[in-house]
Each structure stands twice: as structure tokens, then as C-alpha cells.
């Protein structure tokens, strides 16, 4: 039999209610960074897509844009958080920008040599086409690797207010009640029967 620390071994005893062992006082939710307690709902018809969105939270939310920002004494960006979050534009709306970071085209093809000095090259100039603060010239915030020009609509939109509000209790440690389980017989007492 395995030891590993997990859902069903000895160290989670309370059967993925509030647990000692996972609490994190410091995050918020109290839980540690990406935890999930057992349900209380066993007929969630729903589930495949709540993991879902804590998928695409983990892996594709641009979370750390609030760390680059405070790292050069910023408190917000010039781009909405919407756009900052799902890597939609230059966090500091800079036009033209590149200063090194990911390309974008294919750039091994076999037989030709010298190709990325010729087309998708990326400029390590570090100098924006047009600047309208001494902000936009912060080389430490990395440049936009996006289609800046590309219009979301609102079904977009929508997807990333259900995504925030899932992010807001990401490490949820009651998932949805109190910690010590009265609202969780409450809810369970509804759906017995």
C-alpha cells in the first residue's frame, strides 16, 4: 500500500474537510496554492468544466503582469485587466514595441541558413515607435507576443468573468462553506432525498 500524501491517505483525515494540513493562512482561501477539497455535491453534471477553467487559469492566465508592474514601482496597468490577464496587448500600450522575447514564426527550416535575420526577426532595439509617457519606455516590463489587433467580443468577455470569479477562490479551503462543516451538513440534509 502506498504512503503518499493524498486524498485517501492517513494524513488527510477529515475525508477532505478541513484539514491542518492544507491550511496556508497567508493565501487567500486559507488553503495552499491549488488544493481542491472533496466535494460536497456528488450530481455536479458540471465538473469537467470547472476543471477546466482551473486549467486554463493555471496555464494560460498571464498572472505574474501585477508582479512585473510592482517590480518597477507601478500600480496598475495601461491595458484593461482583461487584457493584461489573457495576454491581449502590451501591458503598457506601446505601439510597435519588441525587445527580445518569444517569436512568433517558424524559424527552422532545413537548408536555409540565415532566415531569421530576414523575416520574424525579433528587434532587440528596445525603442517603441511612439511613446506618450516615460512609463512606455520601461524595458523590464516584456513586450506584447500577441495579435494586438485582435477584437475580442463578448462571449469573450464573459468567459473571463466566470474565470475571475473562480480565480477569487482558487484555494478556497471551505469550497464553498464554512470550516467546520455546518453549512455542508445543511447542504447535504437538502439534496438526501
Known amino acids: 500500500m502506498s504512503t503518499s500524501i493524498g486524498y485517501s491517505s492517513a494524513i488527510n483525515g477529515s475525508n477532505g474537510a478541513f484539514n491542518i ?9 486559507g488553503a495552499i496554492r491549488g488544493w481542491i477539497p472533496q466535494t460536497t455535491i456528488l450530481t455536479d453534471k458540471r465538473y469537467q468544466e470547472y476543471e477546466q477553467i482551473r ?3 493555471k496555464n494560460a492566465w498571464n498572472t505574474n503582469y501585477r508582479r512585473q508592474l510592482r517590480r518597477n514601482n507601478l500600480k496598475t496597468s495601461i491595458t484593461t485587466p482583461f487584457r493584461a490577464v489573457n495576454n491581449a496587448g502590451d501591458l503598457l500600450s506601446r ?12 524559424q527552422s527550416r532545413p537548408g536555409l541558413k540565415g532566415l531569421r535575420g530576414r523575416f520574424g526577426s525579433i528587434s532587440d532595439s528596445c525603442i517603441p515607435s511612439a511613446a506618450y509617457n516615460s512609463l512606455q519606455l520601461l524595458s523590464n ?9 485582435y477584437v475580442y467580443d463578448s462571449s469573450d468577455y464573459i468567459t473571463y468573468l466566470k474565470q475571475r470569479a473562480v ?3 482558487y484555494n478556497d479551503l471551505s469550497y464553498g462553506g464554512d470550516n467546520y462543516n455546518a453549512s455542508q451538513s445543511a447542504q447535504r440534509a437538502i439534496r438526501r432525498y
Open 21 to 29: 494540513f492544507a491550511s496556508e493562512p497567508k493565501n487567500a482561501g
Open 141 to 149: 516590463v516584456p513586450a506584447a507576443a500577441c495579435n494586438v489587433k
Open 95 to 106: 505601439e510597435n514595441y519588441s525587445c527580445g522575447g518569444s517569436c512568433q514564426t517558424f
Open 55 to 57: 486549467f486554463t487559469l
Open 167 to 169: 480565480n477569487k477562490n
